[in-house]
């Protein structure tokens, strides 16, 4: 919580955590929020809001706040910002996180097949061994994953490949 006295403005602040390790799919974020005014609490203060990825939501007054949002690569950023805000008080409490609907299988495989593709032409280039042996590695892990592999285990392959992938796309920048 953040207080000024009444008829200044709290100005800004943020908290924010990276989430790593997510099941693909559409969520839900509620966090207990405010962005008052102790001079007026029905007047609705600018400058606050909670987010994850892209998505956010706008904070008033006292009261459980929402955002939906999808994550397609198992990590997102949640927080809340407050840039000119124009309450004297500013709160969080209560980060909830829920799944509402995970990724099916099918779209996960299928994710998974296009990280394959993409690092078979990424192994062909001329990349630093501290980047490719990580790269064929993951590579190879992915390849014995099939469609009916546990979600799970198409999700820990899918990750592993996308972060060597971008080991690798790193390492080709550097060259």
Same mark, same amino acid.
């Given at each position: 919580?953040?207080?000024?006295?009444?008829?200044?403005?709290?100005?800004?602040?943020?908290?924010?955590?990276? *989430?790593?390790?997510?099941?693909?799919?559409? &969520? /839900?974020? /509620?966090?207990?929020?405010?962005?008052?005014?102790?001079?007026?609490?029905?007047?609705?203060?600018?400058?606050? &809001?909670?987010?994850?990825?892209?998505?956010?939501?706008?904070?008033?007054?006292?009261?459980? &706040?929402?955002?939906? $949002?999808?994550?397609?690569?198992?990590?997102?950023? *949640?927080? $809340? !910002?407050?840039?000119?805000?124009?309450?004297?008080?500013?709160?969080?409490?209560?980060?909830?996180?829920?799944?509402?609907?995970?990724?099916?299988?099918?779209?996960? $495989?299928?994710?998974?097949?296009?990280?394959?593709?993409?690092?078979?032409?990424?192994?062909?280039?001329?990349?630093?061994?501290?980047?490719? /042996?990580?790269?064929?590695?993951?590579?190879?892990?992915?390849?014995?994953?099939?469609?009916?592999?546990?979600?799970?285990? !198409?999700?820990?392959?899918?990750?592993?490949?996308?972060?060597? *992938?971008?080991?690798?796309?790193?390492?080709?920048?550097?060259?």
């Amino acid at each position: 919580a953040i207080w000024v006295s009444k008829g200044s403005n709290v100005g800004d602040a943020s908290v924010s955590q990276v *989430i790593t390790d997510l099941p693909l799919g559409k &969520y /839900t974020l /509620t966090v207990a929020a405010q962005n008052l005014n102790e001079a007026s609490t029905s007047a609705q203060c600018s400058g606050a &809001y909670i987010y994850a990825g892209e998505q956010k939501t706008d904070v008033f007054t006292p009261n459980d &706040y929402t955002v939906d $949002f999808s994550c397609t690569t198992g990590e997102v950023e *949640i927080g $809340f !910002m407050a840039k000119g805000a124009k309450g004297n008080w500013l709160a969080i409490d209560n980060f909830r996180l829920t799944l509402v609907e995970a990724e099916s299988s099918e779209v996960i $495989f299928s994710k998974l097949a296009e990280s394959i593709t993409k690092a078979e032409g990424l192994a062909s280039l001329n990349i630093d061994d501290k980047a490719l /042996t990580p790269l064929l590695s993951a590579l190879q892990s992915a390849k014995a994953i099939t469609s009916s592999s546990a979600s799970a285990d !198409m999700q820990k392959a899918l990750f592993a490949l996308n972060a060597a *992938i971008s080991k690798a796309e790193f390492a080709l920048n550097l060259a």
